[in-house]
């Protein structure tokens, strides 16, 4: 009767542990899910990118791939936040910055050629390519950029401390400014 007794209890205890273990093996299984979508890096950022119409946008000969061009274009677009078409002064700054461009080779009234205070897609272009963000970005150096490559570079342009991933609030400010990703 004890023996048996005991072993019901211990056959309940058991139940016991094993739904515990479960919910907790359950549990451990979201939070790696969780922190695997949360690392802010080139995977996850392909994944935004690659979803808005950006890339598609740029494509002025629709071959899926950009020239140094589309390539500048791009930029431009990108760049110019409020999308008027010109790049302004604190537009160049702030994405001067973000995107870790040398800033001498950015300097606003040196290239603004016709003292408009915007630059045009030309001399944005100017200084920009000085950068050869185009040559660094083309991985396979067939001296065109598939959307992944184009991806991956604006990436590492923008991962300031160049550690491969970026924090939370990083990708998030940039995402919002420049690329309008959803929060
Ligand atoms: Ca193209
Ligand atoms: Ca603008
Ligand atoms: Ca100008
Ligand atoms: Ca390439």
Aim: glycine letters at 6%; charged letters at 25%.
């Amino acid at each position: 009767m004890k023996t048996n007794n005991k072993m019901k209890m211990w056959r309940r205890m058991g139940t016991m542990l094993c739904f515990v273990s479960v919910l907790g093996l359950s549990a451990c299984q979201d939070d790696d899910e969780l922190d695997e979508f949360e690392v802010y890096d080139q995977e996850r950022f392909y994944t935004d990118y690659s979803a808005t119409t950006m890339f598609v946008d740029s494509d002025a000969d629709g071959d899926n791939y950009y020239n140094e061009d589309e390539f500048n274009q791009n930029a431009f677009n990108t760049w110019d936040t409020n999308n008027d078409g010109m790049i302004d002064q604190n537009e160049a700054n702030m994405a001067g910055t973000d995107f870790r461009v040398n800033a001498s080779s950015m300097d606003f009234n040196t290239l603004d050629a016709n003292a408009d205070n915007n630059l045009d897609i030309d001399e944005f272009s100017t200084g920009y390519r000085t950068n050869n963000f185009y040559g660094t970005s083309d991985a396979n150096a067939d001296m065109r950029l598939s959307q992944r490559e184009l991806s991956d570079g604006i990436f590492t342009q923008l991962d300031q401390d160049g550690n491969g991933t970026m924090t939370e609030t990083e990708y998030n400010t940039f995402g919002t400014r420049y690329f309008g990703f959803q929060q």
